[in-house]
């Protein structure tokens, strides 16, 4: 039950974030994105284990103090998947994507180096 509510959860965050209904920040570590929700924190972030190419992508909750609830892995949410295979995967790699770009505001500084080549 709870890989099933977990997996939902992504799917909300995920859909959530595409719509920016969701505030996501830089971190100290480059490669690692937040949002705070109130009494909890979600990180997202790569890894790519040592020989790998394609990193996998993780989701992690933790406590207002930093204490960490529970953490899983895009391959370790597709085990638990009954859809179609490697949705989980790409829905995770989406959202890390967006979450991304939302905390360093690309959009916005494209937006405005486009204008200033018109």
């Not at 100290?28 to 790569?46: C, G, I, T």
């Not at 040592?50 to 996998?56: D, H, I, K, S």
């Not at 895009?74 to 085990?79: G, I, M, P, Q, W």
């Amino acid at each position: 039950m709870a890989n099933e509510k977990f997996t939902k959860f992504v799917f909300e965050l995920e859909r959530k974030t595409r719509e920016g209904g969701v505030r996501w920040e830089r971190t100290s570590d480059e490669s690692v994105y937040q949002a705070a929700f109130p009494k909890y924190l979600v990180r997202v972030y790569p890894k790519t284990h040592r020989g790998g190419v394609e990193p996998n992508y993780f989701i992690a909750i933790l406590s207002e103090n930093g204490s960490l609830i529970e953490e899983k892995s895009d391959t370790e949410l597709a085990e638990s998947w009954r859809g179609e295979s490697g949705v989980p995967v790409k829905l995770m790699q989406r959202l890390y994507e967006t979450a991304k770009e939302k905390a360093t505001g690309i959009e916005g500084a494209l937006d405005s180096l486009l204008g200033y080549l018109k």
